[in-house]
């Protein structure tokens, strides 16, 4: 796999995130008017095909982890680690299982993030609280539901 040099604008365009795609400390958060480093994200792992990613409003910067089993939103304003989605299931024996995230977006009202596992199965996450709030099943659904 080849990693390859990204860089992405806000949508309000005071941030700019840039990295190399690689390494453990390879996302740099930056202000644009200023071109300040703000923080770094670290992650300790790499982000291959996924780079992070800002909410709609600019609030938030999305990372998902190499396992893509966290999906990481960070404050842009501050750096700090704002909430953490598992996209878990519990198994007929009772146990947790990580489903893995796929793919993910913020959804345009900047309420909820949606997320795809290796099920695909799409969930909608609160992202104030992490709280599951909806799931569509396409295996299951019909075209008159």
């Given at each position: 796999m080849q990693l390859l040099p990204y860089h992405r604008f806000s949508p309000d365009g005071q941030y700019l995130v840039t990295g190399n795609g690689a390494g453990p400390d390879t996302a740099k958060v930056w202000e644009v008017i200023s071109g300040r480093l703000l923080f770094r994200i670290f992650r300790g792992n790499q982000f291959g095909f996924d780079p992070p990613?800002?909410?709609?409003?600019?609030?938030?910067?999305?990372?998902?982890?190499?396992?893509?089993?966290?999906?990481?939103?960070?404050?842009?304003?501050?750096?700090?680690?704002?909430?953490?989605?598992?996209?878990?299931?519990?198994?007929?024996?009772?146990?947790?299982?990580?489903?893995?995230?796929?793919?993910?977006?913020?959804?345009?009202?900047?309420?909820?993030?949606?997320?795809?596992?290796?099920?695909?199965?799409?969930?909608?996450?609160?992202?104030?609280?992490?709280?599951?709030?909806?799931?569509?099943d396409p295996l299951r659904a019909t075209a008159f539901e």
């Open positions: 990613a800002f909410s709609k409003d600019s609030r938030y910067i999305s990372t998902l982890t190499e396992d893509k089993e966290e999906l990481k939103l960070v404050e842009c304003r501050s750096g700090r680690l704002a909430r953490v989605i598992h996209d878990t299931v519990i198994t007929p024996e009772g146990r947790i299982a990580t489903l893995g995230i796929q793919q993910y977006v913020f959804a345009p009202d900047n309420k909820s993030v949606l997320t795809i596992g290796i099920t695909r199965c799409i969930r909608a996450w609160d992202i104030q609280t992490g709280n599951l709030v909806h799931e569509l």
